[in-house]
């Protein structure tokens, strides 16, 4: 591979302190940075890994030809491997040091003025460049040999971070140049090894971590990023990816950048381009993009992704991720939601930029996240990455502080709470805000997320644990009176899901099949969606998703779960109008849960008469009904048999639509209806109503059907749609 030049700059700048202001300046669209990967992450490396200890290997000239070759990451034990290293043959007696060498090409080292390398490493590992030793990480002091042992073993994250290392160009030389490791174990039982590397050449400043948006509202967004080195701050945006138009600058100088674009179109498609007021560092590209969010109470599709327990920086939550990017291709992210512990083990700036930036950059660099705090987010790291609206900017009211907050995206009201760190008892401070800021909203859902779930049975028992119980017992009344729709916890490593519950406060063993709103499965293509109507009390359904990371054993049989596995992945849900569907999707790209919530001030049916059931081909009328006041009706078909058929006809017609259960939108007022079933299987009978619906009305929508025939299945049923109104 060849490397040189794509650009010469002459820099200037000095270090001052970091000062946050923002400025509009004129501004001439700069030449990009020049940077070149001069070895990338994934390179073919060769490779020793018999337990022999070579003589002169990391010097350039050394034969090499026949020791092996395989792209990294190169190891064994974490699943992870594109090449499977050999440790000999003793499971408990391992070799200590694995070799690896690779070859790269530079035409002219003085075309940069520095290189970062970073190093993945477990345990150990000294790192040098054409036969000189340039990082020495996790190692003793001293002279190396191939039995000398790793300082300390690496677990978890640690084992998942690239060490970062600022180097001068004059390590190169014109031509071919080396780059050689070892890789030390911590002990001839270690479990697992893995190495990978990258270095990158640059005449400018690194951007280190970011970009990344923050605080997002239909008028505005917040961008920041860090540099290896202090440079003033600016953004470049603009409508069109050919014309960033508009700038944002703070002429301070410093590490850390946070720039906020203001004056934004609701809705509205920008690009950017972050850097100095030289040039740019990231950007403009495709992945440079945003969108805002439309004006709060708009109803139009929104498309939320939730993660939980995601901060394992590992192969895991990269196929949790891969396979949302693969199921979402085409449909923008609006609101990602990130459910506590975001970086394992305590949520330090390096774990967060394994685990956070360098797993997620091109999601960071076009959605804005929303975290809520885990109890392995435990350094001031937390509050310090992320820019949330304590002080009500982006829609509900202002708490005063980072860890609990509301924020508004089109006609969903989202509340986070924080279990781990904050006062949990009624009358507290984020119990008080909470009361008060459900009153204030008036949008059509609420969705609110925290890291400890009040109800599970998986890795964590909500039965026994202090913040679970608190939770559940402090929060969830105010919640429900709330009108609350939606709950989403982490926490547990796996994935559990309600039905549609209300008054469930107390263990696991005082649950009542009566705090089931609905005691089906919320599918449209199952027992039906889940009906709900505004209000306080109707019901929410909650939901774990503490699996986008890392499995852990449990029961799983929690009595309010309509569904529970062990399975990574995390929660893909759809809000349009007054319709939320949500669905599990796995690590491989299988929906493994889908149910709906419709909202609406209707009457709920779930098929009126009929529960008997029929004989194969003789067809049976199981209900009739008509819609109250316009609104969308919900209809639930509980069947007895997976192959159970129902159809509708709607007034006027003789034509049967296959109909599993959902939402029949836009009726004109008492537009009458009848379902029919093909024999194959029974069917529940009930009906709720709304209030303000006279006897008189219900009697008549019960009472049976004149008036009408249908020709079903070759066969006629008599008085299957009503005509008259009483």
Known sequence: MTHGPTARRAMTRRVTAAVSLLAVVAWLPPAAAATDVLVPRGSTWRYLDDGSAPVGWQLPGFDDSTWASGPAQLGYGDGDEATILSYGPDPDDKHITAYFRHEFTVVDPAAWTKLRLRVLRDDGAVVSVNGVEVLRTNMPAGAITSTTLATAAQSGSEEDLFRLLNLSPTALVPGTNLVAVEVHQSSGTSSDTSFDLELHATDTEF??????????????????????AATDSVVRYGTSPGALTSV?????????????????????????????????????????????????????????????????????AVAVRDAYEAFTAGTPTDVWLMLGDNAYTDGTVAEYVAAVYDTYPEMLRRTVVWPTRGNHDTTGAYTGLF????????????????????????????????????????????????????????????????????????????????????????????????????????????????????????????????????????????????????????????????????????????????????????????????????????????????????????????????????????????????????????????????????????????????????????????????????????????ATWPAGVPSGLQAWLQAGVVDASVPVFGASLSNAVRSTAP
């Open 387 to 686: 820019n949330l609206p304590s002080g009500g900017e982006a829609g509900g009211l202002p708490s005063g502080t980072e860890l609990y907050y509301s924020f508004d995206h089109a006609n969903v009201h989202f509340v986070c709470l924080d279990s781990e760190s904050s006062p949990l008892g009624v009358g507290g401070a984020m119990w008080t805000w909470l009361e008060a800021d459900l009153a204030s909203t008036a949008q059509d859902w609420i969705i609110a997320y925290w890291h400890h779930p009040p109800y599970t049975k998986g890795s964590h028992d909500s039965d026994t644990e202090s913040k679970l119980v608190s939770m559940r017992q402090a929060f969830l009344p105010l919640l429900e009176a709330g009108g609350v729709d939606l709950v989403l916890n982490g926490h547990s490593h796996s994935y559990e899901r309600t039905f549609l519950l209300d008054g469930h406060y107390q263990s696991s063993t005082t649950f009542l099949d009566s705090m089931k709103k609905d005691p089906g499965d919320g599918a449209p293509a199952g027992d039906g969606a889940y009906a709900k109507a505004f209000g306080a009390n109707n019901g929410a359904v909650y939901a774990v998703a503490g699996s986008s990371g890392k499995l852990s054993d449990g029961p799983l049989d929690h009595p309010a779960m309509a569904l529970s596995t062990m399975t990574l992945g995390s929660l893909v849900i759809d809000v349009d109008g007054l319709q939320l569907r949500a669905r599990f999707l796995d690590d491989t790209g299988g929906v493994l849960d889908d149910f709906t919530l419709v909202k609406g001030d209707f009457a709920e049916w779930d098929v009126l008469g009929g529960g008997t059931p029929g004989v194969q081909g003789v067809p049976q009328l199981v209900g009739v009904g008509t819609q109250v006041a316009g609104s969308p009706l919900t209809v639930h078909l509980t069947r007895a048999a997976p192959g159970a058929l129902a159809y509708v006809f709607l007034s006027g017609t003789s034509t049967p639509t296959p109909f599993l259960g959902g939402t029949l939108h836009a009726f004109p007022f008492l537009n009458s209806f009848a379902f029919v079933t093909d024999g194959s299987g029974s069917y529940a009978a009930s």
């Open 207 to 228: 951007v280190v971590r970011g970009p990344y948006l923050q605080l997002g509202t239909s008028d505005s967004v917040t961008i920041r990023w860090n540099t290896d």
């Open 248 to 316: 944002a600058s703070d002429p301070a100088t410093g590490l850390s950048h946070t720039l906020q674009l203001t004056n934004l179109t609701p809705d509205t498609q920008y690009w950017y381009a972050v850097g100095t007021s030289s040039y740019d560092l990231s950007g403009p590209d495709a992945s440079h993009t945003f969108r805002t969010a439309p004006l709060v109470g708009t109803s139009q599709p929104v498309r939320i992704w939730a993660i939980g327990d995601s901060g394992t920086a590992d192969s895991l």
